[in-house]
């Protein structure tokens, strides 16, 4: 019983210090590594195996303080997150042993390094984080520091791609989850998991945040059907392969699933679809196993059948498979990273992963076959080992056929594995005449997990209702008393126990891959083709606008002339919507007869206006136009507006002039629009003209509220000491437009003459 | 402190340089210290607007509506914060990173007229100053963007002049609109009279506001300008502009929308959706088909500006502190990627996809430069793209708007692709041809320098997200409740 040694009262923060020290850790792990070569890896094991032993002592407890918006950093050490820490931190200690053996100095390895400390660190605050949304910034974490691993050969394409595809898989999956968090925040009221209670069976969105959670968590611990990343992720080296993807970062959505359970297990959907979920997995990794006969696609395939049976575990309420769901978590972490620290040592050894290809091994490499042994034991559940006692519970779970065909689908997977990786690779005739024993960091690992798959079987009845208990607990929402004991006598479920070991080890022995396409791998296809075509295929959803596919470049002026009718059209219905939005409009503008001269000006301006538009030659056109611009001026100037007709006729004359001498040097003036594009054209203008009078009209039709300009013209003379109001509105009442437009013209001038200077291409 | 100073200052730095034009090299260190000051000023009248509410200056002493005034509340203040935080580190980038010939051309005297012009826009409480502020960025952005005279710079600046001024006229009607109807152009008086002004000329007067401001906010679908231009002229002119402009136009819709929507033009937040909501997909779908550095960036921006205009058009006080928050961090996130994509284009000699390759192998610094910003637009977390994603969903969630909401996660997974491809094309691939120079030259050292400083800044907007979205929130409350700012500006008197 090791009750006594965890009250035995650390300060507090504990958990706090695990994960500064260990980020703190992941900045300084490149130039560890840098310095001490491969064999830093040995000293940064320091931080794990001191992280174990705060795990074993340090009491339960939670710290929490606010970050932002009502996330807390909540931090809270349960059953649950201590069994999972220490699992963390005791497999990450003795994997970064193995990895000081396994590595050759090579560039990048100091970079691999802080990222492999970096993903220990947030596994760690995944587990421990009480808060919803924290933990979700440790789950991407994870994946962050998952995709540099698996992409740490980064020239080979096929690294970079399963790389993406791990990353963007479980990303999608954990946006749905936060989703999911969110809309269980708006049932319960807290992100916090120790506050949330459970969710009333007749919550209206129970089921919705349910299903976005699942998604999360079937993504990350590669569920039927988004195992297929799972696979791929073996091109990261074996540490990374037997850490990440064996042991701990894919069990993350199976320990989210036993976090969530007291709060979503009375959803009434949580059963039927875990259950579900969990058996077309297990089912599915066992069909795909009889495809493969590389070492780490095999492991990759039963850790998936594992985390499928694990899921469809925690279905059920009963309690003997939640006693199952605990001995199987711990003794898959144990075997499965032994097991893939043995492939490691023996594609070291003999430079294949060919499971077919090993054979007569175990006098050459005595301790890696002792390690391989004890934990394929394990695996097949033989007596005397964890394996066999969370099998037993399984087995145990009353009710339904379905459990049992699960159970034997993971344990007949599981045993293939084992034999073939732990066992046959050390009996038989030797083929390989030159491997060798790994060096000791390589054999450790393996060996520390098997001596301890037993040893912490044969006295789990010591230590099993301190630590197993104290998990029940956390997964029951309230203290439970298990029994537990390492043999349960003579039954029938022992018998069918047996069966199940015999059988997979006899599955690993005598069967051959039936080939080498795999069937159900076309989801794996399907991504990449996925991947590749939708560069293409957002190519045509986006071309229509405009110059954004064109990938030359915006040279194309027809382009622009496309998107300013757009504009323009935007701009007319925009307008028009305005001002039907409110009923008809009453246009009261009362009509005055215009006198000789005004209507000579308007028939000139307009009959000139469309002349323009007729107009065979740029001359002419412009000098056209500067007709209709004088015709305007002119009209100003019979309403009494001297300024204002002045300052036209300058900007008219001005535009004129310098229009005139740039169409001196461009070339034949041509017509490059179709007949329909000039109908568009003018339909548009002749739009946008109509909706500009009506509007003109309606603001006419009553006087403006307040009357700024009239106050202004009284405060010139007495305050302004002007007499003429425009002048004191733009250097006084104003002034500081009149700076901005002064501005305006400066840049523009340096604009000017820069465009006109300034060739950067007649310099190159 | 007079609120008038952050537009005064670049404005007097730009007219020193003036009078040194034939001294450009003195310009850079003048730009420099100018731009530090430039934080301090704005630092202080930040202060002051969190301390103890909207600054309000009046110009010349005419009380409004007579005359203008300038109004700097947080959410003015602290936009021209963040624009002054990007001044300097262009400023600082510039000291080595743009050509003597650009140089000789006023390149900084121009950059320091668009500060004075992106601040004015931020402070100004005066419909017709906010024309003439927009005015003074277009024309200094369109003399950045020609400023060289390449081919394809041309193409680009033809573009973006063109729609800009458009939108400019569509402005212009507006503002033209707004004084024949109701007489005023003071925002506080029009917030006053616009609901008691004929509804339809108010409809037309938000209309038209909406499409000019949209125009410069690059959204869905009047944003065609910005992918045709930001990848031409040089990466410090693309990355000051990918920083400020199109924030200016979501600062102006966030203005008018809070000022004027809710009672002259309640149908705004509903057609906002609509374009947030495309904007969100068009921009990130255009962002995957591209396969050039800068074009991939430009595109990201559209989407961005989607996810802001969610949150305004939710207008809930968490939505809009998530727009607030979104764009503040945005504005950093976003000008470090294009200082990077700079740096990268160096490096490989060209911003093709195809042809970069091999800076993770080659430059592990720069690479984790990266990694900041592009994670942080992808919304990982604990980076500041994150929360602002987080708040901006947890709002839509709320107020129920699940179209919005799933369109915005999808667009998060899909931003994410499009960083992994940078990543995975300019980074981890390695290099077509293997380069013989040294990547680091001293220049390019000193353009990192505010690369790394920005990156921290963005990791700091992700620790710190706490006390930064409270003031996000304190913004939100500003906003909503526009009675506060009319009563500043006007005082008691109508």
């Not at chain 1, 403006?704 to 302004?720: F, H, I, M, N, T």
């Not at chain 2, 005064?8 to 450009?24: E, S």
Request: with cysteine; charged share 10%; glycine share 12%.
């Amino acid at each position: 019983m090791l009750g006594p040694l965890w009250r035995s009262g650390l300060p507090d923060g504990g958990m706090l210090a695990v994960l500064g020290v260990g980020f703190l850790l992941s900045v300084l792990a490149p130039f560890v590594v840098r310095a001490a070569g491969p064999k830093g890896f040995a000293w940064l094991a320091a931080y794990p195996a001191g992280v174990f032993a705060w795990g074993l002592a340090a009491p339960s407890e939670v710290t929490a303080f606010p970050w932002a918006a009502g996330v807390e950093v909540a931090l809270r050490l349960d059953g649950l997150s201590r069994l999972f820490v220490l699992l963390v931190s005791g497999l990450g200690a003795l994997i970064l042993v193995y990895a000081s053996g396994y590595f050759k100095p090579r560039p990048n390895l100091g970079r691999f390094a802080g990222a492999f400390i970096g993903f220990m660190a947030s596994m760690l605050g995944l587990v421990l984080a009480d808060d919803a949304i924290l933990l979700f910034v440790f789950w991407e974490l994870t994946s962050v520091t998952s995709y540099l691993l698996i992409g740490f050969d980064h020239e080979s394409p096929s690294a970079r791609a399963s790389a993406q595809q791990a990353f963007l898989v479980t990303a999608a999956g954990g946006l749905a989850m936060l989703a999911g968090f969110v809309v269980l925040h708006s049932e319960t009221g807290t992100f916090r998991f120790s506050e949330m209670g459970f969710v009333v069976p007749e919550a209206l969105m129970g089921a919705p945040a349910l299903l976005l959670i699942v998604a999360g968590c079937a993504t990350k611990s590669a569920q039927f059907p988004f195992h297929f990343w799972l696979p791929n992720a073996m091109a990261a080296p074996t540490p990374v392969s037997a850490f990440l993807h064996s042991a701990t970062m894919v069990k993350a959505g199976v320990y989210l699933l036993a976090r969530l359970k007291p709060t979503m297990e009375s959803v009434t959907l949580w059963s039927p679809l875990l259950m579900g979920l969990g058996a077309a997995t297990a089912l599915v990794a066992l069909a795909l196993l009889a495809y493969h006969h590389d070492a780490k696609k095999l492991l990759a395939y039963t850790t998936m059948g594992a985390l499928g049976a694990l899921v469809f575990l925690l279905g059920q309420p009963d309690r003997y498979a939640l006693q199952a769901f605990v001995a199987l978590v711990t003794a898959h972490a144990l075997y499965k990273g032994a097991l893939f620290l043995t492939a490691g040592s023996l594609d070291k050894a003999t430079g294949t992963r060919d499971v077919f290809a090993w054979s007569g091994l175990g006098r050459a490499m005595p301790w890696t076959a002792f390690g391989g042994a004890l934990a394929a034991g394990s695996a097949l559940g033989l007596v005397g080992t964890l394996g066999f006692i969370g099998k037993e519970y399984a087995l145990k779970v009353g009710g339904a056929p379905a459990g049992w065909i699960v159970t034997a689908a993971f344990a007949l997977g599981a045993g293939l594995v084992a034999s073939r990786v732990g066992i046959l690779p050390f009996v038989g005739g030797r083929r390989e005449a030159k491997a060798i024993e790994v060096p000791w960091a390589m054999w450790l690992g393996p060996v520390v997990l098997g001596v301890a798959g037993i040893g912490l079987a044969l006295s789990v009845g010591l230590w099993g209702a301190g630590l197993f208990d104290e998990v029940g607990a956390s997964l029951r929402g309230r203290p439970v008393d298990w029994t537990w004991k390492p043999f349960f006598g003579f039954d029938r479920v022992f018998a069918a126990s047996l069966l199940l070991a015999g059988l997979g080890f006899w599955l690993g022995w005598r069967i051959r891959p039936l080939g080498s396409t795999p069937p159900t791998m076309g989801l794996d296809r399907s991504w990449h083709r996925a991947v590749a075509a939708l560069p293409g295929w957002a190519a045509k959803a986006t071309s229509w606008l405009a110059p954004v596919g064109s990938v030359t470049g915006a040279a194309a002026g027809g382009r622009l002339r496309d998107g300013l009718a757009g504009l323009f059209s935007v701009v007319t219905v925009v307008v028009a919507t305005g001002l039907a939005s409110s009923g008809p409009i009453r246009f009261a503008v009362p009509f005055v007869w215009p006198g000789v001269f005004e209507a000579m000006l308007v028939v000139l301006a307009g009959a000139t206006a469309v002349a323009v538009v007729f107009a065979p030659r740029r001359v002419s056109a412009i000098c056209m136009l500067g007709i209709v611009g004088t015709g305007v001026a002119l009209i100003f100037l019979t309403h009494g507006a001297p300024d204002l007709a002045l300052t036209q006729l300058l900007a008219e004359l001005l535009v004129i002039v310098i229009a005139v001498l740039v169409f001196y040097r461009l070339p034949k003036f041509r017509s490059l629009s179709s007949g329909w594009v000039r109908v568009r054209d003018a339909t548009i203008a002749l739009g946008f003209g109509t909706v500009m009078a009506l509007l003109l009209l309606a603001v006419q039709s009553s006087p403006p509220q307040a009357d700024v300009a009239a106050g202004l013209a009284a405060r010139s003379v007495p305050e302004a000491y002007g007499r003429n109001v425009v002048n004191t509105i733009l250097v006084d009442f104003r002034a500081l437009d009149t700076l901005g437009e002064a501005t305006v013209l400066v840049v523009a001038a340096i604009g000017v003459l820069a465009l006109m200077r300034l060739r950067m291409e007649d310099a190159a | 402190m007079s609120a008038l100073w952050p537009v005064l200052w670049p404005l007097l730095t730009a007219t020193v340089m003036g009078l040194l034009w034939r001294h450009p090299v003195w310009h850079r260190w003048i730009g420099v210290g100018a731009c530090f000051a430039h934080v301090f000023i704005a630092v202080h009248l930040m202060g002051e607007a969190n301390g103890r509410g909207p600054v309000v200056t009046t110009l010349g002493g005419w009380k409004p509506p007579f005359g203008i005034v300038f109004v700097a509340d947080r959410l003015g203040a602290a936009m021209v914060l963040v624009t002054a935080v990007i001044g300097f580190a262009i400023a600082l980038s510039s000291v080595r990173g743009i050509d003597a010939r650009r140089e000789a051309f006023g390149y900084h005297p121009l950059v320091q007229t668009l500060l004075g012009g992106v601040c004015g826009a931020f402070l100004t409480g005066d419909f017709f100053n906010l024309y003439v502020w927009f005015e003074v960025m277009l024309v200094s952005s369109f003399v950045l963007l020609a400023l060289g005279g390449e081919r394809r710079q041309m193409a680009g600046a033809l573009h973006y002049v063109s729609y800009n001024l458009v939108a400019s006229a569509t402005f212009l009607i507006g503002m033209g609109t707004l004084y024949g109807s109701i007489g005023t152009l003071n925002m506080a008086d029009v917030a006053q009279r616009l609901p008691q002004a004929n509804p339809a000329v108010a409809a037309v007067v938000v209309g038209l506001l909406t499409v000019a401001f949209g125009v410069k906010a690059a959204v869905f679908p009047l944003f065609t300008w910005l992918p045709a231009s930001y990848h031409t002229p040089p990466t410090l002119v693309s990355a000051l502009f990918a920083g400020l402009l199109t924030k200016v136009g979501v600062y102006a819709l966030i203005r008018t929308t809070t000022l004027l929507g809710p009672d002259s033009a309640p149908w705004l937040p509903g057609v906002l959706v609509v374009v947030a909501v495309l904007s969100m997909g068009f921009g990130v779908l255009g962002a995957v088909a591209q396969d050039d550095f800068r074009r991939v960036l430009s595109l990201h921006i559209v989407s961005q500006i989607g996810y802001m205009l969610f949150g305004l058009a939710l207008m809930t006080p968490l939505a809009l502190a998530g727009a607030v928050y979104y764009v503040l961090h945005h504005i950093l996130v976003k000008t470090n990627l294009f200082l990077i994509g700079g740096l990268a284009k160096r490096m490989c000699g060209t911003e093709r996809l195809a042809g970069m390759g091999g800076l993770y192998r080659r430059s592990p610094g720069l690479s984790l430069l990266f990694l900041v910003p592009a994670l942080s637009l992808a919304g990982l977390p604990p980076l500041s793209g994150f929360w602002a994603k987080l708040f901006v969903v947890r709002a839509g969630i709320e107020a129920d708007a699940w179209a919005g909401v799933a369109v915005a996660l999808a667009c998060g997974l899909l931003t994410l692709f499009s960083m992994l491809k940078l990543w995975n094309e300019a980074f981890w691939k390695p290099a077509p041809q293997e380069p013989t120079e040294p990547l680091w030259t001293a220049r390019r050292k000193w353009m990192a320098v505010p690369v790394a400083l920005l990156a921290i800044g963005t990791v700091g907007f992700g620790l710190f997200a706490g006390p930064l979205f409270a003031f996000s929130e304190r913004v939100a409350e500003e906003l909503l409740r526009p009675e506060t700012y009319v009563q500043a500006v006007l005082g008691g008197s109508k």
